[in-house]
């Protein structure tokens, strides 16, 4: 992918239960490690820009985040990179 990769922060999830555990995210991308394995970039070519950004803010708040990917994204990632 040609980036640095990021170190991954905890993912807070406020409910308690989400299948995300870690993210990073910088301009116009987002990595999400998911708790039954794989880490995926998303970025402004899958999914889009405007996925990315709202991923970026439930990531930030907490909460969503996974109950979004599976509404809207589901296996429209740019890259597996584990």
Known sequence: MGRARTAMQ???????????????CGPGWIDI?????????YDA?????????????????????NTYLNRYVRDDYAARLD
């Open 33 to 41: 490690r998911f708790r039954r394995g794989g880490t995926y970039r």
């Open 45 to 65: 070519r899958h999914p889009g820009a405007l996925h990315v950004m709202q991923m970026q803010r439930l990531a930030e708040a907490g909460t969503g985040l």
């Open 10 to 24: 905890p993912y807070r999830s406020t409910g308690g239960d989400s299948g995300i555990v870690a993210y990073a």
